[in-house]
Nanobody
């Protein structure tokens, strides 16, 4: 059974950087597409980034393009979200998400960011706060 465990959330000043980690267990990394979804207080869940099951395709929300990078380390079975030039509006709980590679949702990542709410598997979330 797939399990996702996020870590790395913290309080950081505007303009700073942070790297979130998502430890993937119970499955082979290649069998799933991955993503990061965030939810700010009082707002709907928002897809931030996705990574295809092959690791060769990525897509990002317009609000984070050029600042965030999603990647994975197969040896460590871990997915990362590296965030640079952080802004107060990036403050949110960040969730690591996954979808079996055989699904239509997973294949979407090759061309665009999949709908945030439709991923099948979710981690518990990690808080990122960007403030002075």
């Amino acid at each position: 059974q797939l399990q996702l465990a996020e870590s790395g959330g913290d309080l950081v000043q505007p303009g700073g950087s942070l790297r979130l980690s998502c430890a993937v267990s119970g499955v082979t990394l290649d069998d799933y597409a991955y993503g990061w979804v965030r939810q700010a207080p009082g707002k709907d869940r928002e897809g931030v980034a996705c990574l295809s099951s092959t690791g060769r395709s990525t897509n990002y929300a317009d609000s984070v393009k050029g600042r965030f990078t999603i990647s994975r380390d197969d040896a460590k079975n871990t997915v990362f979200l590296h965030m640079d030039s952080l802004k107060p509006e990036d403050t949110a709980v960040y969730y690591c998400v996954a979808e079996p590679k055989i699904t239509t949702l997973a294949s979407m990542c090759i061309t665009k960011l999949p709908p945030a709410k439709e991923y099948d598997f979710w981690g518990q979330g990690t808080q990122v706060t960007v403030s002075l």
